[in-house]
């Protein structure tokens, strides 16, 4: 089985300081969540920024100065969202890929994402596809429903994308995709041969989604952007501890942990 490969999602664009007094907001403090993360066994940091008042942002020089920071730290993958929020323009969340980052994710579909619509026309996909493969960007393909799988497998039949893929499940956003085991099954069974995949359980799903993508051979994902707690009613004290509960875990289980390069080599991705 592969190494394991361990996502931090460190802030999202939902969780406020009032939520979680440990969200990381400005660059420094972004960057030195990114670094804590590493140092716990983290191999891809996934980033959305924030603004002087704390409010997401998609702007290219708030991302250009959290990427040089973390890369002065460490050499964790920095992996920037084009999902941005929901209220941003696709030209606004494309900005963070003209940084020409490891990856990108690339999310494959139309959804209701609680009280919102988080829309990701065909026009979209194909438009964030085709600048990520000019660039040299390895998408992740974020998925939250079933058939934005197929979705998926659409920009590769077109050519503006290049199999194998790796996929991001995020399942338990209130109005898409629940997250049970049957769920998780159900989307692995989908996605082509050869492909990657990992799980970002959202809330109280985390742990045991991460638990089975640890023992079915996928990957994890962990961080405040998901799940601020770390047990029920008590608040996570770093992203580099629910990291550090996810590498416990694996050891347990008798599953490595994969180290940058290695998570470079199994998705396929390499240094500039």
């Not at 994902?221 to 047990?231: A, K």
Request: charged share 25%; hydrophobic share 40%; glycine share 8%.
């Amino acid at each position: 089985m592969e190494k394991l490969i361990i996502t931090a999602a460190l802030t999202g664009a939902e969780v406020t300081r009032d939520l979680q007094p440990n969200l990381p907001i400005t660059p420094d403090e972004i960057a030195q969540e990114a670094y804590d993360a590493y140092k716990a066994g983290a191999s891809i940091v996934h980033i959305h920024a924030r603004d002087e008042e704390g409010n997401p942002t998609q702007s290219f020089e708030v991302y250009r100065e959290i990427k040089e920071k973390i890369e002065a730290k460490c050499n964790i993958i920095f992996q920037p969202s084009t999902g941005g929020a929901v209220w941003h323009s696709p030209e606004d969340r494309l900005q963070p890929v003209e940084l020409k980052p490891e990856m990108a994710t690339l999310s494959c579909g139309t959804c209701n994402f609680g009280p919102d619509v988080f829309m990701n026309s065909e026009g979209y996909m194909e438009k964030f596809a085709s600048r990520m493969k000019e660039l040299g960007v390895k998408p992740e393909m974020e998925i939250f429903e079933r058939g934005m799988i197929e979705n998926a497998k659409k920009l590769v039949k077109k050519g503006l994308a290049v199999a194998p893929l790796h996929f991001d499940f995020v399942l338990g956003v209130p109005g898409a995709c629940p997250a049970t085991p049957e769920d998780l099954l159900h989307m692995v069974k989908a996605i082509p041969e050869g492909s990657t995949w990992t799980v970002a359980g959202l809330g109280r799903h985390e742990l045991s989604l991460a638990t089975m993508a640890i023992l079915l051979g996928g990957h994890v994902r962990v961080g405040f952007e998901d799940n601020i707690y770390y047990n029920k009613g008590q608040l996570a004290n770093s992203n580099a501890q629910l990291v550090e509960r996810i590498v416990r875990i694996a050891n347990e289980l008798g599953r490595e942990v994969a180290t940058p390069d290695e998570a470079r080599k199994i998705l396929g991705i390499g240094r500039e």
